[in-house]
């Protein structure tokens, strides 16, 4: 993987992190409730996927 490519990587693994976290319980046929490690899973699929939108579009690389 290049280093370009990691950025982008590192955000659409959070989002899908988040999803996931989130979604979960209405996948399994329950209603929503949020589980400590559910939380868990929310806070770092969150902070991954700022860090890649960050390194993505806010960063500015050298030439």
Do not use: E, N, W
Request: cysteine-free; hydrophobic content about 65%.
């Amino acid at each position: 993987m290049s280093m370009k490519q990691i950025p982008y990587a590192l955000l659409v693994l959070g989002i899908a992190a988040v999803l996931v976290a989130i979604l979960i319980d209405p996948i399994r046929g329950h209603a929503i409730y949020l589980a400590t490690s559910q939380i868990i899973v929310l806070v770092i699929g969150a902070v991954v996927a700022l860090i890649g939108a960050y390194l993505a579009f806010v960063r500015k690389s050298a030439p």
